[in-house]
């Protein structure tokens, strides 16, 4: 990285204006970052974890309003809630980023991302987030990073309930209950949840049926059981899925998307013995989705579709063995990862195809925390029956240098594979294309003092034959200017700084920042919507029963083209959260969103229709958790 880059980048990291992040529990444990349990002090990898205390104080509407208040992560969505949301992890795309529900992949393998806007945080027990290439652990795709999100799930032994009912602006209702216990050697767990809205307009359009409010309803449900055959041994059944009705604009008809995402699985873990611990998982992940259209009656057009519905359905089969074995210095995983895609799309009468793709890969990985030293080092070897063979590798080294100083440092090879629409979608796809390929190098240094933590990570990204759909007409290929291609290079440099303060016992400011530069190389313009700075600010203050947050989240200058013609005005929004206990169990919740009643802009539908955000609102809701 240009030295004379790496200055600038820091030294607008650490100006006066800018606090950080988090305040860290040194006691948690993190699973994401190696793919076993590691005291999250000892992490060597950038990671962030929300637990479900946080979720339920920030009181967000969603995981995208979540996210998008962490260090490193820029959300844009295209509408109100249920709209198509893009997640950017320092810098790169959706695509770039491998995202696990309790350890299973539920994207769509046909546009490669996977849709935040239908998981929601009723569900969610805790969200990990790694930044950094990880495909030496998790494979294909994950040259910006992983996101694992946890459904919840509680190990009591006496049965506990869990309720909560809110409502808000554009009519939103929402409800949740929850019961989680155990009966002897048997844990088991039940959550659902629901969520109805009027939203507004996804487009900014004042007219046509275009201008009317683009309403979106999810049902979802999760389930554990866990039954412990005999000490050390366990067997586990988990179920997620989330069904979410959402309306969308285009050519003044009434649109609307039907989509379920689902994930269920079986999990054997058995401690052989004292130093040898096997996990065997076998799962499915699923993403369904049915689009209805405008209906098109003619039959001589490539797009005849008289019922206006185009139906895709991505099915992922996966099954994981991992060994973990406990050395005298260190712990050696070796694992086995298969996993099954199978895709079918329908688009229209002529316009159809289903495909699949296996891939088998072998894990080897390395973790050591002795005294102020931590290493971590990991192998793995994909083998692809699209694609080929492909080996990654990542290495990580900490030291403290203080019982409050730590410096990492970490090295780590990734790609993504191209998506089932680039290689076979038809007068569309190319089968010829080849995976981008990543380096990514960072280093970090961190303070935790008990009441003051900081941190900062200096990071850069260089990515190889770029996937784009922006390339010429080809015999396969009839969209010209729109069809995919390997082209050109990413670099992506940039840092990110985090800090929390408790000023007292009752007040704590917190924060984030990041600035970056995400530009293509070979046009030196800035990637399609990032922006180079963007952060968080938090206040939170405890009154007795009452607890009050501020939060300020803001972004700069952003582009919705790759030329970099088309600026979206950087913005900043002021939020508000409050909570009252009105008894151990129950508490008050509300939470008003962008009290300036800002009008800023995220993306845009075409180059003159921008997609509409919303305006000042309030939520306010009821929650009930019975204590064990």
Not at 216 to 234: D, I, M, V, W
Not at 347 to 366: G, H, M, P, Q, W
Request: glycine letters at 10%.
């Amino acid at each position: 990285m240009n030295k004379s880059i790496i200055a600038g980048l820091i030294g607008l990291a650490f100006h006066p204006a800018v606090h950080a992040a988090e305040t860290i529990n040194l006691d948690e444990v993190v699973v994401t970052a190696s793919r076993t349990p590691q005291l999250r002090t000892n992490v060597i990898g950038d990671v962030t974890v929300i637990d479900r205390e946080e979720i339920e104080r920030i009181g967000a509407g969603s995981i995208n309003d979540v996210l998008r208040m962490q260090s490193g992560v820029q959300v844009i969505s295209t509408g109100g809630a249920g709209t198509e949301a893009s997640v950017f992890l320092r810098g790169t795309s959706s695509e770039q980023i491998v995202v696990l529900v309790d350890g299973l992949r539920i994207n769509s393998a046909t546009l490669g991302r996977t849709s935040f806007e239908n998981i929601p945080l009723a569900q969610i027990e805790k969200i990990e987030i790694l930044r950094g290439s990880a495909s030496s652990l998790y494979g294909a795709d994950a040259i910006g990073g992983v996101i694992q999100i946890f459904t919840r799930k509680s190990l009591s032994e006496k049965p506990l309930i869990n309720a909560a009912v809110g409502l808000g602006s554009y009519n939103t209702k929402t409800a949740e209950f929850g019961i989680n216990g155990g009966i002897n050697a048997l844990k088991y767990g039940v959550n659902v949840s629901s969520f109805d809205t009027d939203s507004f307009s996804a487009r900014r359009i004042r007219r046509g049926k275009d201008s009317d409010d683009d309403s979106y309803r999810n049902l979802s449900t999760s389930a554990f059981a866990e039954l412990e055959l005999a000490k050390g041994h366990t067997w586990g059944l988990q179920f997620f899925e989330s069904k979410g009705h959402n309306e969308f604009d285009g050519n003044n008809y009434e649109n609307f998307t039907e989509q379920t995402l689902q994930s269920y699985a079986f999990t054997s873990k058995n401690q052989f013995t004292d130093f040898w611990h096997s996990t065997f998982k076998l799962g499915m992940g699923v993403d369904d989705s049915d689009s209805h259209a405008k209906p098109n009656t003619s039959k001589a057009s490539s797009t005849y579709n008289p019922k206006g519905i185009s139906k895709y359905r991505t099915e992922q089969k996966q099954i994981s063995w991992q060994n973990d074995f406990t050395l005298p210095l260190g712990t050696l995983t070796l694992a086995y990862d298969r996993l099954e895609q199978d895709v079918s799309s329908v688009a229209n009468v002529k316009t159809k195809y289903k495909k699949e793709r296996n891939d088998d890969s072998f894990l080897a990985s390395y973790l050591l925390d002795h005294g102020n030293h931590s290493v971590q080092a990991s192998i793995r070897e994909d083998h692809n029956t699209q694609f080929g063979n492909y080996t990654t590798g990542g290495a990580g080294y900490g030291y403290r240098i203080t019982p409050q100083w730590r410096i990492t440092a970490n090295y780590g090879k990734a790609f993504r594979a191209p998506t089932f629409n680039q290689l076979y979608y038809p007068n569309f796809g190319d089968p010829t294309l080849t995976p981008e390929k990543s380096d990514n190098v960072e280093a970090g240094i961190k303070y935790s003092g008990g009441k003051f933590n900081a941190g900062m990570t200096v990071f850069q990204n260089k990515i190889r034959s770029l996937l784009a759909n922006a390339g010429p007409a080809t015999p396969s290929c009839t969209l010209g200017g729109f069809c995919p291609i390997n082209v050109g290079k990413a670099e992506i440099q940039g840092v990110t700084t985090e800090a929390s303060w408790n000023i007292n016992d009752n007040l704590l400011l917190s924060g984030n920042f990041t600035v970056q530069s995400p530009r293509n190389e070979d046009t030196n313009q800035l990637l399609v919507r990032r922006g180079n700075r963007y952060g968080t600010v938090n206040l939170l203050h405890t009154w007795g029963n009452l607890q009050w947050g501020a939060e300020v989240n803001g972004a700069s200058t952003r582009y919705n083209d790759a030329s970099n013609k088309l600026p979206m005005s950087g913005y900043m929004l002021v939020n508000m959260t409050a909570n009252y206990k009105l008894s151990p169990e129950w508490k008050l919740e509300a939470r008003a969103n962008n009290l300036l009643d800002k009008n800023y802009i995220l993306s845009y539908a075409t180059s003159t229709v921008p997609y509409n955000t919303a305006g000042s609102n309030l939520f306010v809701g009821l929650r009930y958790n019975m204590k064990p």
